[in-house]
């Protein structure tokens, strides 16, 4: 029979660096990209400013 693995006895105790290296990268991730729909979404008085001109032709 095999000795045990001392790796395998020890406590499961997950590196808590990356884990929070990975929450930090989302979290800036989902930042910028909320950032860039924001830009992406039309102005209001825009809209409304190419709604009143779009009424003058009909």
């Known amino acids: ?6 790796a395998l006895e020890a406590p499961f105790q997950p590196n ?4 929070a290296a990975y929450c930090l990268s989302f979290g800036i991730l989902f930042l910028l990209l909320s950032i860039g729909l924001l830009n992406l ?3 209001p ?9 779009r009424k003058e032709y009909f």
């Open 45 to 53: 008085d825009e809209v409304r400013r190419q709604h009143e001109e």
């Open 16 to 19: 808590k660096v990356p884990m």
């Open 1 to 6: 029979m095999l000795p045990p693995d001392p």
């Open 41 to 43: 979404a039309p102005d």
